[in-house]
């Protein structure tokens, strides 16, 4: 039960556009903003926070405590994320970051969740309280049939995105930028680099020689976070994968619009359903 409460901690794609007209993406690399971008409305973050407060309800009526937090319903992402929760790397990032993640939009919302997990895990084991969890989940999601149809929409989306992404990696001007990105980057750093920068970046032995360090990246890992997102964009590998993943996208969206649009309406109903519930059933904000 857990894992259904740590959900609203994560970041992922689809919390922040409103599924209006105007939320049509404008090319903005830094912000990696895409075509299909404005399909993006569904919030796992959101369904899961109007359903714990539901299953707070129910599990409470049991003689149990769970006290589920206020939380920002908008789900402001990270300075390195943008809107639909894709994660940003540019210089100016790894100047204050390194490979780190930037820390959170708002703290109060995110410090009061992680008690939430914290408080909520001590609980267990405790086989009677599982039990009445997964009978109180089976009440909210016998009401809310639904529950999952948003999350196969915002699973389709992802693999449209996912499929651009491969075309664009495969793409000659990609691999050449890719190479001169490798070029560039291994006289300076002392790790082995991967296939991949986007994926495999940086590797297990890069941070084994940078070690901890608990007020965030070290000087080490700054320096060759920097000489990394220099060199991808000396390079032309942002704006090559960029584009590339532009123009793949314009052609799923222009070739699947019609679904997309159902994805999109249905969304923005959940959305101000889910936010109905919130409103009749959350704490006031601290």
Do not use: H
């Amino acid at each position: 039960m857990a894992a259904l409460v740590t959900i609203a901690a994560s970041t992922f794609a689809g919390c922040a556009t409103s599924g209006a007209p105007e939320d049509a993406a404008i090319k903005n690399q830094a912000e990696w903003t895409m075509p299909l971008n404005e399909f993006f409305v569904y919030s796992p973050e959101l369904d899961n926070y109007a359903e714990q407060l539901l299953i707070s309800t129910c599990i409470e009526s049991r003689g149990y405590e769970w006290p589920v937090p206020w939380q920002n319903t908008e789900y402001p992402q990270p300075q390195d994320f943008n809107s639909i929760g894709f994660r940003l790397f540019t210089v100016e990032i790894a100047k204050k970051w390194g490979y780190d993640f930037a820390p959170p939009a708002n703290e109060e919302s995110a410090r009061l969740w992680r008690e939430f997990v914290e408080v909520t895990d001590s609980y267990f084991p405790n086989a009677e309280l599982d039990q009445a969890l997964l009978d109180c989940t089976d009440e909210v999601r016998s009401i809310d049939t639904e529950f999952m149809s948003n999350f196969d929409g915002v699973n389709y989306l992802s693999s449209l995105a996912v499929q651009a992404d491969r075309i664009a990696l495969q793409d000659e001007s990609v691999i050449r930028a890719t190479a001169e990105w490798r070029e560039c980057l291994e006289p300076q750093v002392d790790f082995p680099l991967p296939d991949n920068p986007r994926e495999g970046m940086p590797p297990m032995e890069a941070r084994k020689n940078w070690g901890s360090n608990e007020d965030g990246a070290s000087p080490a890992e700054i320096a060759d976070a920097v000489a990394d997102a220099e060199c991808r964009e000396s390079s032309g590998l942002t704006e090559a994968a960029y584009e590339r993943n532009w123009e793949e996208q314009e052609k799923l969206v222009a070739e699947n619009r019609d679904k997309l649009e159902r994805i999109r309406a249905e969304a923005v109903e959940r959305k101000k359903m889910l936010l109905t519930i919130v409103a009749e059933n959350a704490p006031e904000a601290p």
